[in-house]
DNA sequence: GGTAGGATAAGCT
DNA sequence: GCTTATCCTACCA
């Protein structure tokens, strides 16, 4: 089931050249022994201090998006509308604000966790959106600054290439929403939103 | 099928 | 006090 995971010197580029490179592996967590993991097939790339919808805007360093600024291949988990977490995947270079924004994963092991979380009937609804997908993996607070080759999170093949990737406008935010930094596999069933 | 409103808390002005 | 990288439910068509 589990691949290698990815070496670190894979998210040393640009947020928006590995986001769509992640789309086909697995995101694959650990929590109290239970395995889940899921395809990525949807992402989005916040690119940088000069990006006016990322949390790294104008290079102001909080305690909340500090792991933003941490070295690629660390796990950046916010907190965000009270009650849901999201997960990104840090990149470029230490002290360089920018990362990518997992949104939807097609659910592939730990299914009966991940309904148990989840609490939905669909299991197309399972990771279909950033605060479903980390609600379904247990991913909280406690995962953020973990390194993305480690044993409670890790990002593995191998890749399932997809067929097509499509591109679009990001979601959820108010600023700079015309970049086209949103990116998913063409066609999934399990994308938080069509194209 | 679609959309409006509420939940709920940290961070910023 | 307002905004927020969201989700769920209720309601209307």
């Known amino acids: 089931m589990s691949g290698e995971p990815l070496p670190r010197s894979f998210y040393a580029r640009d947020a928006q050249t590995v986001a769509p490179d992640l789309l086909g592996y697995v995101l694959e967590t650990r929590s109290r022994g239970r395995v889940t ?3 990525i097939v949807e992402v989005e790339a916040y690119v940088g201090p000069h990006d006016p919808a990322a949390h790294g ?3 102001r360093r ?3 998006n500090d792991a933003l600024f941490g070295p690629p291949g660390f796990f950046y988990v916010y907190f965000t ?3 849901h977490w999201c997960a990104n995947a840090v990149t ?3 002290g360089f604000p920018s ?3 997992i949104r939807a994963l097609e659910p592939l092991d730990g299914l009966a966790a991940m309904r148990r979380r989840r609490g939905v009937q669909s299991d197309r609804l399972l990771c279909a959106g950033p605060a479903r997908l980390c609600q379904a993996l247990a991913i909280t607070g406690t995962y953020n600054k973990e390194w993305l080759d480690g044993d409670r999170v890790r990002v593995t093949g191998p890749r399932v290439s ?3 990737i499509v591109v679009g406008p990001r979601i959820g935010i108010s600023k700079a929403t015309d970049w086209p930094l949103r990116f998913g596999v063409s066609g999934s069933p399990f994308l938080s939103r069509a194209f």
Do not use: C
């Open 81 to 83: 509308y009270g009650m």
């Open 57 to 59: 805007f104008g290079n």
């Open 62 to 64: 909080t305690q909340r």
């Open 37 to 39: 993991a899921g395809r």
């Open 99 to 101: 990362a990518v924004l």
């Open 92 to 94: 470029r270079s230490d």
């Open 162 to 164: 997809p067929d097509e």
